[in-house]
């Protein structure tokens, strides 16, 4: 316990308050300066907003996965199985470079949305769209073990009695992967929002429009600002920590009625 406790301190504990350390470093006027400033505001809807958006449409697609690789047996089942971990190996960059290079206006998706007045670069779509895919295996790893060991037998069990597929689902299945998919959702949530490698290759990084926190974060290391820099790193750990709080207390109520 003493060993564990102690990495656990040197690894994360210690990294966290020093951001509240170098925070505390300028006044409480220049704190609330930076983080309540219009371009802060603007950023920490576009980072929270786009990881929001992401962390519930792969909530649909990443239980829509699971069930798939769980439920059915098809050819390019185990190619399909490990592509869905290629976000985890592939360097954020290149995610954002191909992005770009594929929708851009010139590019083979682009030239098709483009005329139809689909910004799919330098727009939030763009940033939504790759925060997506970065988070995407949180969710289908979190919910495909809880379904592998939950089995047919309760669906069987439900139909014989005359549920409906629907019912089924509504009633015995989905309870059963609720908190497992709750949990999924808060990790894809929580990567989006610290994600800045893919962002900034296509979301243009306009002050007020595309540009999320990280990069203002990055900004204002760039300007040697490391007061204010760790100001808005706080700001963003207290919401996560906040925002994955509430998740996991959702979480806990809801296996109160499993």
């Known amino acids: 316990m003493g060993a564990t406790l102690a990495w656990l301190a040197l690894i994360v504990l210690i990294p966290l308050s020093s951001a509240f350390v170098t925070a505390s470093s300028i006044s409480w006027e220049e704190i609330w300066r ?4 219009r371009r802060a505001v603007a950023a920490y809807q576009l980072t929270f907003g786009a990881a929001f958006v992401a962390a519930v449409v792969n909530g649909g697609i990443g239980l829509l996965l699971a069930w798939v690789l769980v439920r059915y047996e098809f050819p390019g ?36 949305l483009h005329p139809l007045g689909i910004e799919a670069v330098h727009s939030r779509l763009a940033v939504a769209v ?44 989905f309870p059963a992967l609720a908190p497992a ?32 926190a990280p990069l203002l974060i990055m900004d204002q290391l760039e300007q040697y600002k490391y007061g204010g820099a760790a100001a808005i790193a706080v700001v963003l750990l207290l919401a996560s920590f906040v925002i994955n709080g509430a998740i996991n207390v959702l979480s806990r109520w809801s296996r109160r009625y499993e």
């Open 77 to 112: 089942k185990n190619f399909l199985n490990a592509l869905i971990d290629i976000p985890f190996a592939l360097p954020t960059a290149v995610a954002g470079l191909t992005y770009s290079s594929l929708y851009a206006a010139e590019g083979w998706l682009g030239r098709f």
């Open 34 to 37: 930076v983080v309540a400033s």
């Open 130 to 173: 790759v925060l997506t895919f970065v988070s995407l295996p949180f969710v289908v790893r979190s919910v495909q073990p809880v379904l592998e060991d939950l089995g047919s037998e309760p669906e069987e069990a439900a139909g014989s009695l005359g549920a409906t597929r629907w019912q089924t689902f509504r009633w015995v299945t």
């Open 181 to 212: 998919l709750l949990t999924g959702v808060a990790l894809a949530f929580a990567r989006a929002v610290g994600e800045y490698g893919s962002v900034i290759f296509v979301s243009g990084n306009k002050p007020m429009q595309t540009e999320i």
